[in-house]
T-cell receptor, first 117, second 110 residues
Framework: GAVVSQHPSRVICKSGTSVKIECRSL??????MFWYRQFPKQSLMLMAT?????????EQGVEKDKFLINHASLTLSTLTVTSAHPEDSSFYIC?????????????FGQGTRLTVV | AQRVTQPEKLLSVFKGAPVELKCNYS??????LFWYVQYSRQRLQLLLR??SRESIKGFTADLNKGETSFHLKKPFAQEEDSAMYYC????????????FGAGTRLAVHP
């Protein structure tokens, strides 16, 4: 099946610094990717839809200036957590959808655990 | 508003028992419906989708538009089925973004 890869898988940063997370579709092109956030023992919360060559679409309540998304190519989307604070510590997951023979299927990255100290 | 409800946080059964993980949705239009599974220390992966009407690993799910439900069922649970299960509708148009339910943890005991 298709593979979506995230980097890094874990990152620890100091409060006030920015962190960039990469999401790559390894063997297919993805005009649209999605970024989710998952708190411990909770479900995935959709943060934003990343569109290649255009601005990302953010879900209600998600600060676009805080979570900068760039989708510069058909295989790469990046999420930058700017001026990170401890409350931004979370598990961030990206996904890309691929059209298959019976509709579409979303493939997920392995996630990035961000810890802000 | 788009909403998906998985009422059970935890479903605990013994091996060989039937399981039913409930999912109800409230969605405008005609969403595609999916079940995703997350095994321990693994990434989310697709289990099945309603348009395929398939059985994967013994699991089936029937879309009931009248009740707006998409419950996941398996007649005989196995220990390896222990995982987190998420019901996820996707909008049929636009970006097809997936919205996840709260998830149900299935624990199958020997």
């Amino acid at each position: 099946g298709a593979v979506v890869s995230q980097h890094p898988s874990r990152v620890i940063c100091k409060s006030g610094t920015s962190v960039k997370i990469e999401c790559r579709s390894l063997d297919f092109q993805a005009t649209t990717m999605f970024w989710y956030r998952q708190f411990p023992k909770q479900s995935l919360m959709l943060m934003a839809t990343s569109n290649e060559g255009s601005k990302a679409t953010y879900e209600q309540g998600v600060e676009k200036d805080k979570f900068l998304i760039n989708h510069a190519s058909l295989t790469l989307s990046t999420l930058t957590v700017t001026s990170a604070h401890p409350e931004d510590s979370s598990f961030y997951i990206c996904s890309a959808r691929l059209r298959t023979g019976v509709g579409t299927e979303a493939f997920f990255g392995q996630g990035t655990r961000l810890t802000v100290v | 508003a788009q909403r998906v409800t998985q009422p059970e946080k935890l479903l605990s059964v013994f091996k060989g028992a039937p399981v039913e993980l409930k999912c109800n949705y409230s969605y405008s239009g005609s969403p595609e419906l999916f079940w995703y599974v997350q095994y321990s220390r693994q990434r989310l992966q697709l289990l099945l989708r309603h348009i395929s009407r398939e059985s994967i690993k013994g699991f089936t799910a029937d879309l009931n538009k009248g009740e707006t439900s998409f419950h996941l069922k398996k007649p005989f649970a196995q220990e390896e089925d222990s995982a987190m299960y998420y019901c996820a509708p996707a909008s049929s148009g636009g970006y097809n973004k997936l919205i996840f339910g709260a998830g149900t943890r299935l624990a199958v005991h020997p």
